[in-house]
C-alpha cells in the first residue's frame, strides 16, 4: 500500500498566491527527493534533503524535511505560470535503499 | 546534466504483439536503472529495479514472463513487453542512477507511450 501520503492532490492558485505540498511518512526516512513533472513531461529531479530538520532554498522554491525525518514539505512562494506541474515526494526508507517509495503527486495550476 | 534516452516515444501495436522499448544513459554509466509505468494523472508505480549484468528485483504484482528486463551494459536496458494486451497501454518510464540503490538522484528518460489495440 502507499506508504508516503502526499497532500493535496490538486491545487489550484492565482498567478503571486503562495502553494505547498506535504509529504508525510509513517516511518522514517533516510531521505527524501522532489521531482517536478510538466504536463506531457517526464519527472524531473528537484532537490533531495537527508538531514534532520533541514531547509533548502532554489529561488522562490522552499524545501524542509521534519525533525522527526517522517514528514517534508515544498513550499512555492508567488507562483508563476511556469510553476504549472504535478510536484512528486519520493522517499527512501530508512534501512531499504533499493527503492524510492513515490506520493502520489500534488498538480498545480496557475490562474494567469 | 545527465540524459537518460528512451526509444521510442510511442508506439502502436496489435494485441499479442510483443514491443521492445530501450533505455540508454547517454553520458553517464548507469549502474541501476529503473522502470516505471504511469497511468494519465496518476503517480509512477515502480515495476522493476534492474542492475547491470544481474536479473532484474521485480516489484510485487508485476509479472517477469510478461515484462522482461534485461540491462546488458551500464548504458542500455531494455523492457520488453510480450504478448501485449490493451490493458498493458500506458505510459512506460525509465530512470536512471549513478549508483546503486535508491539513495542517488534518478534522471528520467522521456518515457514511452504504448497502444495496444
Known amino acids: 500500500g502507499q506508504q508516503v501520503m502526499q497532500i493535496p492532490q490538486y491545487q489550484h492558485v492565482q498567478e503571486g498566491e503562495d502553494f505547498t505540498t506535504y509529504c508525510n511518512s509513517s516511518?522514517?526516512?533516510?531521505?527524501i527527493q522532489w521531482y517536478k513533472q510538466r504536463p506531457g513531461g517526464h519527472p524531473v529531479f528537484l532537490i533531495q534533503l537527508v538531514k534532520s530538520g533541514e531547509v533548502k532554498k532554489q529561488k522562490r522554491l522552499t524545501f524542509q524535511f521534519g525533525e522527526a525525518k517522517k514528514n517534508s514539505s515544498l513550499h512555492i512562494t508567488a507562483t508563476q505560470t511556469t510553476d504549472v506541474g504535478t510536484y512528486f515526494c519520493?522517499?527512501?526508507?530508512?534501512?531499504?535503499?533499493?527503492?524510492?517509495?513515490w506520493g502520489l503527486g500534488t498538480s498545480l495550476a496557475v490562474n494567469p | 546534466g545527465a540524459v537518460v534516452s528512451q526509444h521510442p516515444s510511442w508506439v502502436i501495436c496489435k494485441s499479442g504483439t510483443s514491443v521492445k522499448i530501450e533505455c540508454r544513459s547517454l553520458?553517464?554509466?548507469?549502474?541501476?536503472m529503473f522502470w516505471y509505468r504511469q497511468f494519465p494523472k496518476q503517480s509512477l508505480m515502480l515495476m522493476a529495479t534492474s542492475n547491470e549484468g544481474s536479473k532484474a528485483t521485480y516489484e510485487q504484482g508485476v509479472e517477469k514472463d510478461k515484462f522482461l528486463i534485461n540491462h546488458a551494459s551500464l548504458t542500455l536496458s531494455t523492457l520488453t513487453v510480450t504478448s501485449a494486451h490493451p490493458e498493458d497501454s500506458s505510459f512506460y518510464i525509465c530512470?536512471?542512477?549513478?549508483?546503486?540503490?535508491?539513495?542517488?538522484?534518478?534522471?528520467f528518460g522521456p518515457g514511452t507511450r504504448l497502444t495496444v489495440l
Open positions: 519520493a522517499a527512501v526508507r530508512a534501512g531499504n535503499n533499493r527503492k524510492l517509495i
Open positions: 530512470s536512471a542512477t549513478q549508483g546503486q540503490g535508491a539513495w542517488n538522484e534518478q534522471f
Open positions: 553520458d553517464f554509466q548507469a549502474t541501476t
Open positions: 516511518t522514517t526516512l533516510s531521505n
